[in-house]
């Protein structure tokens, strides 16, 4: 369990390690944060777009600001801004500080998804080759955290923005 926790937190700190990423990281000062879990925003905040009339209802329902947790320790904000009828989004993904992972400092980053043929939302893969995808059960957003080492944590989301 141990090598899991730690190999879980060596990736989700190589989202913000890696240069040439989008992913800003800098002071506490510097985020607005989440009202559920400790995970930032930016202070601009989120820019959530109304989808077009023609975007499916089970394809919209996807914008939104979700809170929760990774593997039941990290906190996650998901915020989906804008997504089209072909399930192409903006997103915006957050994580929260964790220190007995090794994830000594919150971040976040912009980045792009795309909706599969199964109705998950797929994130762009993370610099050191991870990748979040998501998936409704009910009214909650689930999803997992892949890596190429097969390490898979668990994240489980709810809408924080009604």
């Known amino acids: 369990m141990k090598t899991v926790l730690v ?4 990736m989700i700190a190589a989202c913000s390690a890696t240069p040439g990423t989008t992913t800003t990281q800098t002071s506490d000062a510097d985020f607005g944060l989440s009202q559920v879990c400790n ?3 930016p202070r601009s905040g989120p820019k959530l777009t109304q989808p077009a009339d023609d975007v499916p209802a089970d394809v919209a329902k996807f914008i939104g600001v979700w809170n929760g947790q990774i593997g ?5 904000t998901l915020v989906v801004e804008k997504i089209d009828k072909e399930g192409n989004a903006s997103v915006l993904y957050s994580w929260g500080a964790y220190p007995l992972w090794g994830v000594n400092q919150p971040g976040w980053r912009v980045s792009s998804a795309t ?3 199964s109705g998950k939302l797929v994130l762009e893969k993370f610099p050191n080759g991870a990748q ?6 009910e009214d909650t957003l689930e999803g997992q955290y892949r890596v190429s080492a097969g390490i898979v944590p668990k994240i489980k989301l709810t809408r924080a923005d009604r």
């Open 7 to 10: 190999a879980a937190a060596t």
């Open 39 to 41: 995970s930032p925003l």
């Open 72 to 76: 039941g320790q990290v906190c996650n």
């Open 115 to 117: 909706l599969d043929k």
């Open 132 to 137: 979040a995808t998501y998936w409704f059960t």
